[in-house]
């Protein structure tokens, strides 16, 4: 079955950094678009960035662009996010979530069908 694992969360100060992992397994990574979503306390799910299949096109949140770096490894089955100059505004449970398709509009739920357990990343002032 499908199963994808974030990891590298944390707590780090405002303008500081995280690199976030998503272990990929149960289907074909490298068929499949990713995607990061998050969600801050008491608010809804929001994307962060999308990486089509093959890792040639990127797509960002106007919120975190120049900030954040989508990536894949579709050797290894990961998805990766660094981020950079991080805000307390970026305070959330971060997850990976798996498209239906090779290519996927962020922000329509519908194309995806899983989703990891999160990891917690805050960011102090």
């Known amino acids: 079955q499908v199963q994808l694992v974030e990891s590298g969360g944390g707590l780090v100060q405002s303008g500081g950094s995280l690199r976030l992992s998503c272990a990929a397994s149960?289907?074909?990574?490298?068929?499949?678009?990713m995607t990061w979503v998050r969600q801050a306390p008491g608010k809804g799910l929001e994307w962060v960035s999308m990486?089509?299949?093959?890792?040639?096109?990127?797509r960002y949140q106007d919120s975190v662009k120049g900030r954040f770096t989508i990536s894949r490894d579709n050797a290894k089955n990961m998805l990766y996010l660094q981020m950079n100059s991080l805000k307390p505004e970026d305070t959330a449970v971060y997850f990976c979530?798996?498209?239906?398709?090779?290519?996927?509009?962020?922000?329509?739920?519908?194309?995806?069908?899983?989703r990891g357990q999160g990891t917690q990343v805050t960011v102090s002032s």
């Open positions: 990486i089509n299949s093959g890792g040639g096109t990127k």
């Open positions: 149960g289907f074909t990574f490298s068929d499949k678009a």
């Open positions: 979530a798996k498209s239906i398709y090779a290519w996927a509009h962020p922000d329509r739920w519908s194309e995806y069908d899983s």
